[in-house]
Every structure is written in structure tokens, then in C-alpha cells.
């Protein structure tokens, strides 16, 4: 039934229920519902809003693992390495835990041979990670092109990588060794002198790291070789018929169209390039294994690792991680921002 409202235009009227209650509910401004919906439409609400939670939540929950993990086995050891740093925790002398502060950091510092593992890194550093970027590039566009067999060479450049560390140290140490090695007998054939390669301190730097980059290499090229495959295929066609050869293509296409890549690689290659451990602790013949007799090819993870484990100076090893830390770090944001400015500049 229908009555009139008090007070409402002339003819207007409200639907009532039949017993002259309140009127019944409506999903809209005119479409009366029946009753009993209202449970429905609470449900129905409900599940709207679960559904917006769970659009809003899930990424997140996805991507907890990994955080997870790295609070538990990365970021707690590297906390309590900085408690270790400002704490006399030398295990030989049998002190724990009175507070030093810098006064690790000041020792380390004033190492010599700290310092000298510092040049041993950069030097090692220099000689793997750059020529190692310029050669997965490289590898990576002779690769993206239309090869024979194009599945056995991607997977070739792999094989590498998957050789254990401690089997390529003997591949290598077989090609560098200071008597007989492969190496230095191909240069007496050719009427040169041996080099002493695990006594010379340069020439111990590039045999190692000519190890990184015969591991790495590959593994950094089918990086690139992903990012090159995602390239739009019109771009090339329209350097073509610009008149572009292909090395042009590659540089004025591929290169910059990659640019997020490049950055991904070298800041991963900077990082692991300044952690160099096992190369050079495999690498080394003598019984202490401290990088060289005079510690001419001693990084600085091996730096750590022989005042911590082997001499037992926990204080003096964790300022010395936290110092390694802290260049990483640093070089790694000028990475970042010199490749934004290299960015903005080639956009403008």
C-alpha cells in the first residue's frame, strides 16, 4: 500500500509495507528489495572489502620470505658485527665484550697490511669487473643474433659458472703454475722468461682475476642477452632503414634500451668484485694460505677472514668487514648516481 507523506510535494508518495510498518529495504533509489537481502548484502560487502585487502596485502605477502630471510641471515649478523666493531672480543687473549669504540676501526686502519689488502681488491677489482661488463656485452649481442645452434652457444657460456670454485683454482693453478705451468711454457716457446706468478704481485692479481672473469662472464652475458631479447624488434628495423649498420644499432640502440640492465650488473659486479675470497685463498701454495708469503694477493674478505677465524680477533675482523661494508656502499651509490646523471644527460 501507498499513503501520503506529510509535507511532501502534492502526488508524491512512499511505499509502506502492507501492515503500515516501515517501508521496505531498497538495493537503489527506487527498486525496493525483499527482506532477508540485507545479510546478503552485508556478505556481499564484506567479501568486497577482503577482496580489496587481499589486492593491497598479497604483494607484500609474496615478497616476505625474502625479507624474512634476510633479517635472520643478513641483516642480524651484520648488526651484530657492528656490536663486535666497538667491542674488545679478541678470543686469543680471552677478552669479551669491554667497550672499545673506534679503537678497532683506528687499528685496522693503521694496519699496513689492511691496507695493502685494499690495493690487492681495487687492483683485482679493476681487472675483472670492467673488462668482464665489456665482454658479456659483447658476448650477449654476438649471441642476439640469428646463430646456428643458437641454444648450445647460450647454454656454452654457461658451463662456466657451474664448475665448482675449488675445481677452476685447479684448471688455473695448472695454466699459472711458476715452474710448469701451460702458460709460461707457451712464453718460453716464444723466447720469453716464466712469470712467477704466484710470487709477483700484479701478475698474481691478473691470474686471478682472469678466474673471476672466466666464471662470471657467462653468467653476466645471458643477464644482458634477456634484457636484449625484450628490445622492440621496430626499432632495429627502423635503424635499417636509416641507413644503421649493425655495430651502430648496437650502439645506438641496444645499449641505450638496456641502460637499467647495465646498472643491474655493474653494481652486482662491483659488490662481488670487492668480496673476492675464494680465488685468491685457493690460489695460494703456501701452508699459512694468507695471500702470498707477503701478502701480495691477499684481499680484503681474506683480510677478515684471517683475523677472525685464524688469529681469533673478532673486534679487529668485524671493523674491518664494517670499513669493506661502508666502500661497497659508497661506491655503489656513485654507480647509481653517475649512471642517473649519464641517464638525464642522454635524455636531454
Keep these: 500500500m501507498t499513503q501520503q507523506v506529510p509535507g511532501s510535494p502534492a502526488g508524491e508518495v512512499t511505499a509502506t509495507s502492507p501492515a503500515g510498518g516501515p517501508p521496505p529495504p531498497t538495493d537503489g533509489p527506487d527498486r525496493p528489495v525483499p527482506h532477508g537481502s540485507d545479510a546478503a548484502h552485508r556478505r556481499l560487502l564484506r567479501r568486497q572489502r577482503r577482496s580489496r585487502w587481499d589486492l593491497k596485502l598479497s604483494p607484500y605477502l609474496y615478497v616476505s620470505p625474502f625479507f624474512v630471510l634476510f633479517a635472520l641471515v643478513g641483516l642480524f649478523p651484520l648488526l651484530y658485527t657492528g656490536f663486535l666493531a666497538v667491542h674488545d672480543w679478541n678470543r686469543a687473549y680471552y677478552v669479551r665484550g669491554e667497550y672499545v669504540g673506534l679503537d678497532n676501526f683506528t687499528w685496522v686502519l693503521h694496519d699496513p697490511v689492511f691496507r695493502k689488502s685494499l690495493v690487492n681488491t681495487f687492483s683485482i677489482f679493476l681487472m675483472s669487473s670492467v673488462p668482464q661488463v665489456l665482454l658479456a656485452v659483447s658476448i650477449a649481442g654476438l649471441l642476439d643474433n640469428r646463430l646456428r645452434g643458437r641454444t648450445f652457444w647460450r647454454m656454452s657460456v654457461l658451463l662456466p659458472f657451474v664448475v665448482a670454485p675449488a675445481a677452476a683454482v685447479l684448471i688455473f693453478g695448472s695454466l699459472f703454475a711458476d715452474q710448469s705451468g701451460v702458460v709460461n ?164
Design 185 to 348: 711454457g707457451f712464453l718460453r716457446e716464444l723466447g720469453f722468461d716464466g712469470i712467477r706468478w704466484h710470487v709477483d704481485r700484479w701478475w698474481s692479481h691478473l691470474a686471478i682475476a682472469g678466474m673471476v672473469n672466466w666464471r662470471w662472464t657467462g653468467y653476466n652475458a645471458l643477464i644482458f642477452l634477456a634484457a636484449m631479447q625484450a628490445v622492440p624488434r621496430d626499432l632495429y628495423e627502423a635503424a635499417a632503414l636509416d641507413g644503421a649498420g649493425r655495430v651502430r644499432q648496437f650502439l645506438s640502440v641496444t645499449l641505450p634500451m638496456i641502460r637499467p640492465t647495465m646498472v643491474f650488473v655493474i653494481v652486482t659486479s662491483t659488490i662481488g668484485g670487492l668480496q673476492v675470497f675464494t680465488e685468491p685463498r685457493l690460489f695460494d701454495d703456501t701452508p699459512s694460505r694468507e695471500g702470498g708469503a707477503d701478502h701480495q694477493f691477499m684481499t680484503t674478505t681474506l683480510y677478515v677472514y684471517v683475523k677472525g677465524i685464524e688469529d681469533q680477533f673478532y673486534g679487529r675482523a668485524s671493523a674491518a668487514a664494517w670499513i669493506l661494508f661502508l666502500i661497497i656502499v659508497a661506491i655503489a651509490v656513485l654507480n647509481f648516481a653517475l649512471t642517473r646523471l649519464l641517464t638525464r644527460r642522454s635524455a636531454s
